[in-house]
T-cell receptor, first 111, second 114 residues
Framework: GDSVTQMEGPVTLSEEAFLTINCTYT??????LFWYVQYPGEGLQLLLK?????DKGSNKGFEATYRKETTSFHLEKGSVQVSDSAVYFC??????????FGTGTSLTVIP | DTEVTQTPKHLVMGMTNKKSLKCEQH?????MYWYKQKAKKPPELMFV???????INESVPSRFSPECPNSSLLNLHLHALQPEDSALYLC?????????????FGPGTRLTVT
């Protein structure tokens, strides 16, 4: 079945550091891939998405590239800010009805 | 507008109470979802409505009863809950058009069962 494996946290970085959160997936079809962010006390917000191989999703300085050959969708940001502190979820869907979420990675950015 | 609204924001209920959670979206989405999220865990799918019909029920106990009165509204009726049902309940919606599979989430209802 479909699944997502996400880098274990928590991750603590200093402001302006480079961020990578690893995400790999298993899927029988050709899924769309997503990164969601959840700030404390809030729901999930769509951060970025990619719908086919080699697509790059980007938003608010975050990027992720859909790599079919390595079944990966790693999240990166060149310079994190304190306001980026949140939990990040990698997810996939190949039918629209079912989402498969990773376990989430908690990021804390310290000034 | 990509907003999904949920009410109430917080709910405390006893094990014998009956209450309802409400969710609304005005994006014209034809799929709506209920998730349960425990602290530090990913959301767990409970129910899916597609075109106002229940299409997925992930073996949720009958003390949770979903309802989709129209394409914009989704309710979750709660009755005789247990303390372990305390969690953040998230509603989401998606388009179902083409490969636009992304789901848009509401802010959630924080439920405490005493």
């Amino acid at each position: 079945g479909d699944s997502v494996t996400q880098m274990e946290g928590p991750v603590t970085l200093s402001e302006e550091a480079f961020l990578t959160i690893n995400c790999t997936y298993t899927a029988t079809g050709y899924p769309s891939l997503f990164w969601y962010v959840q700030y404390p006390g809030e729901g999930l917000q769509l951060l970025l998405k990619a719908t086919k191989a080699d697509d790059k999703g980007s938003n608010k300085g975050f990027e992720a590239t859909y790599r079919k050959e390595t079944t990966s969708f790693h999240l990166e940001k060149g310079s994190v800010q304190v306001s980026d502190s949140a939990v990040y979820f990698c997810a996939l869907s190949d039918t629209g009805n079912q989402f498969y979420f990773g376990t989430g990675t908690s990021l804390t950015v310290i000034p | 507008d990509t907003e999904v609204t949920q009410t109430p924001k917080h709910l405390v209920m006893g094990m014998t109470n009956k209450k309802s959670l409400k969710c609304e979206q005005h994006m014209g989405h034809r799929a709506m979802y209920w998730y349960k999220q425990k602290a530090k865990k990913p959301p767990e799918l409970m129910f899916v409505y597609s075109y106002e019909k229940l299409s997925i029920n992930e073996s949720v106990p009958s003390r949770f009863s979903p309802e989709c009165p129209n394409s914009s509204l989704l309710n979750l009726h709660l009755h005789a809950l247990q303390p372990e049902d305390s969690a953040l309940y998230l509603c989401a919606s998606s388009s179902l058009a083409g490969t636009n599979y992304e789901q848009y989430f509401g802010p959630g209802t924080r439920l405490t069962v005493t």
